[in-house]
């Protein structure tokens, strides 16, 4: 039986291990390093990292910090933020991150994508859809900038774009429901994933593991979150966390 992907996501900000919620006011939760080796021992399937610094200060990798982190990390490390060259997907790559996030460069540069898998392989380029609802609109489009700016295109043409240029997996987050534990967009990854081929990862709103269940029911082939794993109720307390073997196989 495939096991079900559930997948701590964390955001760096200078260095420093945060907390936002729908992309705003960051948190500070403490050191990444620290965190890192908490999931280590909770032995987690994989982990995203997230630079949400790098990618709004317009910013390259902090690659010295992502090798301090590839190095102490005993599972497979997703990485995004400030990616816009063919070099730094390389560099990535050589300091051990398995699988590279590309967020905005996917929209502005799509023949990067296509190049960067046909040298790395799609099984080390992901693409990131961050998606929300336009005011005065009904149906979720995809945003770049942190959100800030619409590239009118809807979460599946640009799924189905990033399909055809032959990225391996693709990452879903719902910026309305980031950090607030109100669930994933269900309805969503059910018309996505009716139509894709690759495997839809979601990303933000999840405050429970039935949450957990209703993602994969619905056709994700995994899920990550944040707040879940690192933030507890009713104060959002620090502290790190992790489902058990049990719980992963239930969902």
């Known amino acids: 039986m495939i096991r079900n992907r559930i997948i701590p996501s964390l955001l760096i900000a200078n260095k420093r291990l945060v907390k936002t919620k729908n992309f705003k006011n960051p948190i500070y939760l403490g050191d990444p390093i620290n965190a890192i080796k908490i999931f280590n021992e909770k032995q987690a399937d994989e982990l995203v990292i997230l630079d949400i610094y790098a990618s709004k200060n317009n910013e390259e990798p902090n690659f010295v910090l992502i090798e301090e982190m590839c190095s102490e990390c005993f599972m497979p490390i997703a990485y995004g933020g400030g990616i816009k060259t063919l070099e730094h ?100 990854i059910k018309e996505i994933t009716s139509h894709l081929e690759i495997p839809l990862i979601v990303l933000g709103g999840a405050g429970s593991k039935e949450d957990f269940s209703k993602a994969i029911q619905s056709g994700a082939s995994g899920a990550a979150a944040g707040t879940l794993f690192t933030l507890q109720p009713p104060h959002d307390a620090v502290l790190i966390k992790y489902l058990t073997n049990e719980e992963i196989k239930s969902l």
């Open 89 to 188: 997907i390389q560099k990535l790559i050589q300091l051990g991150v398995e699988k590279v996030i590309l967020g905005e460069v996917a929209h502005t540069n799509q023949s990067l994508v296509k190049e960067a898998v046909s040298i790395f392989g799609s099984q080390s380029i992901v693409a990131m859809m961050d998606i929300k609802i336009p005011f005065l609109k009904n149906k979720p489009t995809v945003f770049v900038k942190n959100g800030k700016i619409n590239t009118r295109k809807s979460p599946l043409d640009f799924a189905l774009e990033m399909q055809k240029l032959g990225v391996g997996e693709l990452i879903l987050q719902d910026i309305s429901r980031e950090g607030t534990r109100l669930g994933y967009p269900i309805e969503l």
